[in-house]
């Protein structure tokens, strides 16, 4: 059995017969350590979600025109 990430905007199509689809919508906690110039974000965070934080501790995020994507499928 094959698992397959979803973190909302899409549905599944197509064959699924035999995935476990998860969905990631949830995860959405983002967490900045400005001091270590880091950011730890769940699978279902929204791009725009992240320089939202990042900005007014002076960071920043690559996260192109796609801010409605999520981390997930930017990274996958």
Do not use: Y
């Not at 064959?15 to 969905?23: E, H, K, M, T």
């Not at 725009?48 to 409605?68: D, E, F, K, M, N």
Request: charged share 15%; glycine share 20%.
């Amino acid at each position: 059995m094959r698992g397959v990430l979803s973190g909302g905007g899409h549905g599944a199509s197509g064959d699924v017969d035999g995935l476990i689809l998860l969905r990631t919508g949830l995860l959405n906690e983002v967490e900045m350590r400005a001091q270590e110039r880091v950011a730890r974000v769940g699978a279902g965070v929204k791009w725009g979600q992240v320089p939202a934080a990042a900005g007014p501790l002076g960071l920043t995020g690559l996260c192109g025109s796609a801010i409605r994507s999520t981390v997930r499928s930017a990274v996958s």
